[in-house]
């Protein structure tokens, strides 16, 4: 005699571990970043005697930092606020670096603000303008560098 065969045994989870995985996801994706911006950072590097741009976010909440010849330099002037179509012209000059006040009659394209960096300096300069992450909350400081 054969018995009859016992119905196969299906994994499942209750509400309550599903609502807690669902929970954790959203978590996850925030402090990732995936959703919203997360940090910026545009990073402007010159030779001695070069000039080199590129184009940040407009948005509040910049913070710039410079290396010349791979020490840490102060940037006087620095703007905490980009402004779309704006331009925002450093220079490395005597072993400084200086945001200089941008040409307002200027008319330049919506797309960013725009970023320059002109080396007078004898050694490399590099300008670092960063943003944190939309979202501050004590849990997605893990996720920092």
């Known amino acids: 005699m054969s018995q009859p065969a016992s ?3 299906r994994f499942s989870l209750s509400e309550d ?9 959203i978590v996850a994706i ?3 970043g995936l959703i919203g911006p997360g940090p910026q950072t545009v ?3 010159a030779a001695p005697g070069e000039s080199v741009d590129k184009t940040a976010k407009p948005h509040d909440g910049w913070k710039a930092s410079a290396t010349i010849g791979g020490e840490k330099a102060v940037v006087e002037g620095a703007p905490k606020q980009l402004v779309d179509a704006q331009l925002y012209p450093f220079v490395c000059d005597g072993g400084q670096m200086i945001a200089e006040a941008g040409d307002s009659s200027l008319s330049l394209p919506s797309g960013g603000a725009y970023l320059t960096l002109t080396n007078n300096c004898d050694a490399e300069a590099s300008l670092t ?4 992450y939309a979202i501050r909350w004590p849990l997605f400081g893990i996720f920092k560098r």
């Open 43 to 45: 990073t402007l590097k």
């Open 17 to 25: 571990w599903l609502a807690t995985i669902i929970g954790l996801l």
């Open 30 to 32: 925030i402090g990732l």
């Open 129 to 132: 303008y960063t943003t944190d």
């Open 7 to 9: 119905p196969a045994r």
